[in-house]
T-cell receptor
């Protein structure tokens, strides 16, 4: 079983739609959680950190459920520019700043 | 405002050839990383350097070596390239300190093909 699992998609949604991605992680002692965005043939870029209480950044809302070991990302009012692959990222407990990346969920927003 | 710079951006090698991928960051970060990304898989850590003068193996270190030349630079070397090492390679860096969530900042990537 992969340490971080995501639905690969693609999620095809019209502009203006609300879309949600989930991600599960296997190590219950994981400490920090992030969503990264990766455009086609580009480097991953940090979208947002995920906090236990949930957090929002504009149209993006991230939630963490430690009991069920999943993380979610909600995108409201989707824009064409949101089309990308969204990577769920978990920091391993202990040791150093070692991040475990999910394989990503692809989002395609169409007019 | 360069951030993390990787060279080269593309490279084609023959099996058995060697090469070094270069990475430099100008953010005064202590930690640097090398990942590879293959289709359908998440980024996998090859090696990392927590601070200048230290390096440690990640998940998939076999076939690679690294050098943390100074605080800015972290290179990845393939001594004898194999087709299984065809991949996109990303270098990243992060700061350390009191902040619990230290994001990693990535370079543009190196697309490497081994024939």
């Amino acid at each position: 079983r992969k340490e971080v699992e995501q639905d690969p998609g693609p999620f095809n949604v019209p502009e203006g739609a609300t879309v949600a991605f989930n991600c599960t992680y296997s190590n219950s002692a994981s400490q920090s959680f992030f969503w990264y965005r990766q455009d086609c043939r580009k480097e991953p870029k940090l979208l947002m950190s995920v906090y236990s209480s949930g957090n929002e950044d504009g149209r993006f809302t991230a939630q963490l459920n430690r009991a069920s070991q999943y993380i979610s990302l909600l995108i409201r009012d989707s824009k064409l520019s949101d089309s990308a692959t969204y990577l769920c990222v978990v920091k391993r407990p202990g040791g150093y700043n070692k991040l475990i990346f999910g394989a990503g969920t692809r989002l395609a927003v169409h007019p | 405002n360069a951030g993390v710079t990787q060279t080269p951006k593309f490279q084609v090698l023959k099996t058995g050839q060697s090469m070094t991928l270069q990475c430099a960051q100008d953010m005064n970060h202590n930690s640097m990383y090398w990942y590879r990304q293959d289709p359908g898989m998440g980024l996998r850590l090859i090696y990392y350097s927590a601070s200048e003068g230290t390096t440690d193996k990640g998940e998939v270190p076999n076939g690679y070596n690294v050098s943390r030349l100074n605080k800015r630079e972290f290179s990845l070397r393939l001594e004898s390239a194999a087709p299984s090492q065809t991949s996109v390679y990303f270098c990243a860096s992060s700061g350390t300190g009191a902040r619990r969530n230290q994001p990693q900042h990535f370079g543009d990537g190196t697309r490497l093909s081994i024939l």
